[in-house]
C-alpha cells in the first residue's frame, strides 16, 4: 500500500459523458501527477500539481482537466468521453518537485 | 525531441541475472526511475539515478552513464515474483517545461 488514493477503482460510462476521478496523495505530499496507461500507449503522463499549482503538463488533452485543492487531494475531469479515452488512471504523489513518486492503486475508465 | 528506449520482452530463469538496458534522448536531463508494474497493478518504485554511476538495493542495482544517455537496471537471484513490467522513466527538464517521460516498459518472463 503506497499510501494513496484513488476513487473509484472501475468506472464504466458511455461515449459523451463527463467523469471525475479523486485522488489523495501520501500524508505530507505536495506533489500530484496523474498519468494514462493504455495497452498501446504505455504510461503517459498528462499533469503535475505542486502545492496547488499547476508545475508540469504533459500529453493531457483539451478534454482534460485538473486541479488541486487546498487540502492537496486532486480530480482530473474527463470530458465528451470517446471510446479512446478508455485506460488505467494513475495518479501519483512525491513529497517535493522532483522526488520519487508514489503511486495510488488506479482507476479503470470503461467508456462504450 | 524526447525519447526512451527500452527492449520489449525478455525471458530469463530463475536464479539467474537478468540486465535490462535503457536509452534516452532528452533536452535537459534531471534524473531517471526504474519502476516495476505487475499485470493490472500501479507501478513501484525501484531505483533513482542522477549522477553516474551504479545504486545497490538489495537484489536490484540501477546504472546510469549521463554522457551515453543510458542506463540498465540489474536484477540478480531471480525469483518468480520478479515477472512484471520494468519501467524506465525519465525527468526532462527545460525552462517552463518539466515532464516525466515513460517508456514503454520491458516485460520480463521468469522461467523456472
Known amino acids: 500500500d503506497s499510501g494513496v488514493t484513488q476513487t473509484p477503482k472501475h468506472l464504466i460510462t458511455a461515449t459523451g459523458q463527463r467523469v471525475t476521478l479523486r485522488c489523495s496523495p501520501r500524508?505530507?505530499?505536495?506533489?500530484v501527477y496523474w498519468y494514462q496507461q493504455s495497452l498501446d500507449q504505455g504510461l503517459q503522463f498528462l499533469i503535475q500539481y505542486y502545492n496547488g499549482e499547476e508545475r508540469a503538463k504533459g500529453n493531457i488533452l483539451e478534454r482534460f482537466s485538473a486541479q488541486q485543492f487546498p487540502d492537496l487531494h486532486s480530480e482530473l475531469n474527463l470530458s465528451s468521453l470517446e471510446l479512446g479515452d478508455s485506460a488505467l488512471y494513475f495518479c501519483a504523489s512525491s513529497v517535493a518537485d522532483r522526488e520519487t513518486q508514489y503511486f495510488g492503486p488506479g482507476t479503470r475508465l470503461l467508456v462504450l | 525531441g524526447q525519447n526512451i528506449d527500452q527492449p520489449t520482452e525478455m525471458t530469463a530463469t530463475e536464479g539467474a541475472i537478468v540486465q535490462i538496458n535503457c536509452t534516452y534522448q532528452t533536452s535537459g536531463f534531471n534524473g531517471l526511475f526504474w519502476y516495476q508494474q505487475h499485470a493490472g497493478e500501479a507501478p513501484t518504485f525501484l531505483s533513482y539515478n542522477v549522477l553516474d554511476g551504479l545504486e545497490e538495493k538489495g537484489r536490484f542495482s540501477s546504472f546510469l552513464s549521463r554522457s551515453k544517455g543510458y542506463s540498465y537496471l540489474l536484477l540478480k537471484e531471480l525469483q518468480m515474483k520478479d515477472s512484471a513490467s520494468y519501467l524506465c522513466?525519465?525527468?526532462?527538464?527545460?525552462?517552463?517545461?518539466?515532464?516525466?517521460?515513460f517508456g514503454k516498459g520491458t516485460r520480463l518472463h521468469i522461467l523456472p
Open positions: 500524508s505530507g505530499d505536495l506533489s
Open positions: 522513466a525519465v525527468r526532462d527538464v527545460l525552462p517552463r517545461d518539466d515532464k516525466i517521460i
